[in-house]
């Protein structure tokens, strides 16, 4: 049973960064190319590159943490109906007398919900523990000055491996099921 939590894990990290990641990339782009052309396209010299680097930087964690949410609701309709290791994470429909094959966005709505409150307990435990010890063992003075978006994500993933775990004692649409 580890085994299919932790390869069913390692497909939704996996599929979580890549989609969060190459999205937030697009995005800030995107972002770039637009400020480039409002500024009458400068001619590219190391300066002008350098300022397009820094503007790329700059806008890749403001939209990686928007497109992180993204991720995480798209990611949640692939964890079902796959088998790994002989067992499968099925969704039964409203009623719960059936389980769902084809699994729509409008189903895991109410699954995602319990989903991300249970993730968002288990990052903010993970908060207090790492706030503790920072404050024990290091000269940091404060959560920010070491806390952002990729403390963040590292922390979304180990907490995703733990929700799998306890999503169907959470969730009663949710069901563990031999195959």
Request: glycine letters at 6%; charged letters at 10%.
């Amino acid at each position: 049973m580890s085994k299919f939590y932790f390869f069913l894990w390692l497909r939704w990290a996996f599929r979580v960064s890549v989609c969060s990641v190459l999205l937030a990339a697009f995005l800030s782009t995107l972002i770039t190319i637009y400020l480039y052309i409002s500024q009458s396209l400068p001619a590219l010299s190391n300066e002008v590159v350098n300022a397009l680097w820094q503007l790329f930087t700059f806008w890749f964690p403001i939209t990686w943490s928007i497109t992180l949410l993204f991720a995480l609701f798209r990611s949640l309709k692939y964890i079902f109906n796959v088998a790994i290791s002989g067992y499968e994470l099925k969704l039964n429909s409203c009623d719960g007398e059936e389980q769902l094959e084809v699994i729509g966005y409008g189903d895991l709505v109410h699954v995602w919900r319990k989903w991300f409150m249970l993730m968002i307990w288990l990052v903010g435990a993970q908060m207090i523990i790492s706030v503790a010890f920072t404050s024990m063992f290091s000269s940091y003075n404060g959560i920010f000055d070491w806390f952002d978006i990729y403390f963040l994500f590292v922390y979304i993933l180990l907490a995703g491996y733990i929700s799998f775990i306890l999503l169907g004692g959470r969730c009663k649409k949710v069901k563990v099921v031999k195959c």
